[in-house]
């Protein structure tokens, strides 16, 4: 499938990641490759013997793959980003080397899987901080200000759910609730409910104590584990991203409404041009 002439891959497609990553290798490859077929499961029929080299070379790496497969999946970390991500992850301080050990990735994969796709992009783009905010509209070039349509601050992705204005906090203290609610009707654990609050009041305020002893992607990442156990954990993981998603579509309501900051500031320049030119009177006009 990787060496396949084929259209560009989607992400729906199976396999993406990795065909994607064997075709992005064969691209920047120095040696032509001619791919050859072979089927797996042989052992199953053959004698080690009665194969041809290329069909023990696969029965070869399957047998690894396995085996890696095992061991990431008794450590949690059954999905596993290539390397080159874990550094750019670590350089960003995206996830610490602490949340990588900790993080239930199995939980968590099952939940992203579950999710549509247009959820799945925007998770992915809000977890790396790049997405559609004042700092990023600046650098794209698509505004003059990185300014919070609803409160004038600088705007990145953290800010989405840390603003103070007054319908940004009405939002989020509504969603939080709603998500107590959802936690109580499936009878969560107290001391687990009681911790992702804590963790959740972090995240909006970083003056709390909850952020102090210990990083939230570290919190939530051994709460995650914990949760692993139960039936529901991969739920809650929707939960808490969609609790993310609606705060984003919340200030994306501030951004096209008369209640922005910028667009009242550029009404304010543009009546204040008005004005200017109307004290000016007719004596100039031709």
């Given at each position: 499938m990787a060496f396949e002439d084929r259209p560009l891959l989607s992400p729906t497609d199976m396999q993406f990641d990795l065909v994607s990553a064997i075709q992005e290798?064969?691209?920047?490859?120095?040696?032509?490759?001619?791919?050859?077929?072979?089927?797996?499961h042989l052992d199953k029929t053959l004698l080690l013997e009665e194969m041809t080299w290329w069909e023990q070379k696969n029965l070869e790496v399957n047998g690894l793959a396995v085996e890696f497969c095992r061991e990431l999946k008794a450590n949690h970390q059954l999905i596993a980003p290539n390397p080159c991500l874990w550094g750019r992850w670590r350089e960003k301080q995206v996830v610490s080397p602490e949340a990588k050990a900790a993080i239930a990735w199995d939980t968590l994969g099952r939940a992203m899987r579950s999710l549509p796709t247009g959820l799945k992009s925007?998770?992915?783009?809000?977890w790396v901080g790049m997405c559609g905010t004042g700092k990023f509209k600046v650098l794209w070039g698509l505004e003059k200000t990185a300014a919070c349509p609803h409160c004038g601050s600088f705007e990145d992705h953290l800010h989405v759910l840390q603003c103070c204005a007054v319908s940004a906090t009405q939002e989020w203290e509504r969603r939080v609730s709603a998500l107590s609610t959802w936690m109580d009707m499936r009878l969560t654990d107290h001391s687990i409910k009681k911790a992702i609050l804590m963790l959740l009041g972090g995240v909006c305020d970083p003056t709390l104590?909850?952020?102090?002893?210990?990083?939230?992607?570290?919190q939530l990442a051994s709460w995650h584990n914990r949760l692993s156990v139960t039936k529901a954990s991969w739920k809650l993981s929707q939960e808490l991203i969609a609790l993310g998603f609606y705060m984003?579509?919340?200030?994306?309501?501030a951004q096209h409404s008369d209640d922005n900051v910028q667009l009242r500031e550029r009404?304010?320049?543009a009546n204040e041009g008005i004005h200017s030119q109307f004290d000016m009177g007719p004596d100039d006009l031709p």
């Open positions: 290798d064969i691209s920047r490859s120095l040696v032509s490759w001619s791919p050859q077929h072979v089927y797996g925007w998770i992915t783009k809000h104590p909850s952020t102090q002893a210990i990083s939230p992607v570290v984003r579509e919340q200030r994306n309501s009404h304010r320049t």
